[in-house]
């Protein structure tokens, strides 16, 4: 199962920051996971409400902001303030972790429906990454996922399922052509039998405790989001009996620490 570090390392550092991600990647796991926005200007950030309140000491919705507007803001701590990320930045870390995934969410709904998967493409494409294994797409809108296999069909696309599914599409049908499924462990919890759904790989999001990393990789889940990547893998390694990839996680998360 690839443990897959949710907003970086988000529960040690401020969620999607520089040092949460590099902190992240450090662990030995499968990748990070982003979430994106598009600003006024149309640059691709990392952020993942609609106003920055929460995440920074400023205000303001992103889609009615410029890049210059979040730059002035902290998006770290007192003590270590961080600048907004955007994702070329996020690209420029990746390249010293050759061989770490990077899982990219695009945020619905928003003023600029699909442009925002145009400009992420624009960027893969830039940086030679449209056909790269190592980058992965996911969100919740259907129409994303689609646009996204027409923009760029060599990339993976994963489909997120939404809450009220289970009363909507009972059924799951799924239309447009996801290369993977996701659900959250609250839903695979009361229908197990969404996960490996047609064939195609489960993408579980958020997981954060013992017995559920547990209980997903016994149903056979591809793909797992957590808050504690470091401490999700170090205990699969002791559940399988991986000895010397358990010490290695610990060990690492003494350094950590």
């Given at each position: 199962?690839?443990?897959?570090?949710?907003?970086?390392?988000?529960?040690?550092?401020?969620?999607?920051?520089?040092?949460?991600?590099?902190?992240?990647?450090?662990?030995?796991?499968?990748?990070?996971?982003?979430?994106?926005r598009l600003t006024?200007?149309?640059?691709?950030?990392?952020?993942?409400?609609?106003?920055?309140?929460?995440?920074?000491?400023?205000?303001?919705?992103?889609?009615?902001?410029?890049?210059?507007?979040?730059?002035?803001?902290?998006?770290?701590?007192?003590?270590?303030?961080?600048?907004?990320?955007?994702?070329?930045?996020?690209?420029?870390?990746m390249e010293d972790?050759?061989?770490?995934?990077?899982?990219?969410?695009?945020?619905?709904?928003?003023?600029?429906?699909?442009?925002?998967?145009?400009?992420?493409?624009?960027?893969?494409?830039?940086?030679?990454?449209?056909?790269?294994?190592?980058?992965?797409?996911?969100?919740?809108?259907?129409?994303?996922?689609?646009?996204?296999?027409?923009?760029?069909?060599?990339?993976?696309?994963?489909?997120?399922?939404?809450?009220?599914?289970?009363?909507?599409?009972?059924?799951?049908?799924?239309?447009?052509?996801?290369?993977?499924?996701?659900?959250?462990?609250?839903?695979?919890?009361?229908?197990?039998?969404?996960?490996?759904?047609?064939?195609?790989?489960?993408?579980?999001?958020?997981?954060?405790?013992?017995?559920?990393w547990q209980w997903?990789?016994?149903?056979?889940?591809?793909?797992?989001?957590?808050?504690?990547?470091?401490?999700?893998?170090?205990?699969?390694?002791?559940?399988?009996?991986?000895?010397?990839?358990?010490?290695?996680?610990?060990?690492?998360?003494?350094?950590?620490?």
């Open positions: 199962m690839k443990i897959i570090a949710h907003r970086g390392l988000s529960s040690q550092y401020p969620e999607l920051t520089a040092s949460a991600f590099r902190a992240a990647l450090e662990l030995p796991i499968h990748g990070v996971e982003t979430d994106v006024r200007c149309g640059e691709v950030v990392c952020i993942h409400d609609p106003v920055i309140s929460r995440v920074s000491d400023g205000f303001g919705r992103v889609s009615a902001m410029s890049l210059e507007q979040l730059l002035e803001y902290n998006f770290g701590t007192k003590d270590a303030p961080e600048k907004v990320l955007t994702l070329n930045n996020l690209l420029d870390i972790y050759p061989d770490q995934h990077l899982y990219i969410e695009s945020k619905h709904p928003m003023r600029y429906s699909i442009m925002l998967e145009e400009e992420i493409v624009k960027i893969l494409r830039y940086r030679g990454l449209t056909e790269d294994p190592r980058i992965h797409f996911i969100s919740f809108s259907l129409p994303a996922i689609h646009w996204m296999g027409k923009l760029a069909p060599q990339i993976d696309r994963i489909h997120l399922r939404r809450s009220w599914e289970r009363w909507l599409n009972p059924t799951d049908r799924r239309l447009g052509s996801p290369t993977g499924l996701g659900l959250s462990i609250e839903r695979a919890k009361m229908s197990p039998g969404l996960i490996g759904r047609r064939g195609l790989p489960t993408y579980l999001f958020t997981v954060d405790r013992e017995k559920d997903a990789y016994d149903r056979g889940v591809e793909m797992l989001t957590t808050n504690f990547p470091g401490e999700a893998a170090e205990f699969l390694a002791e559940y399988l009996g991986d000895a010397p990839a358990a010490a290695l996680y610990a060990d690492v998360h003494g350094k950590e620490e």
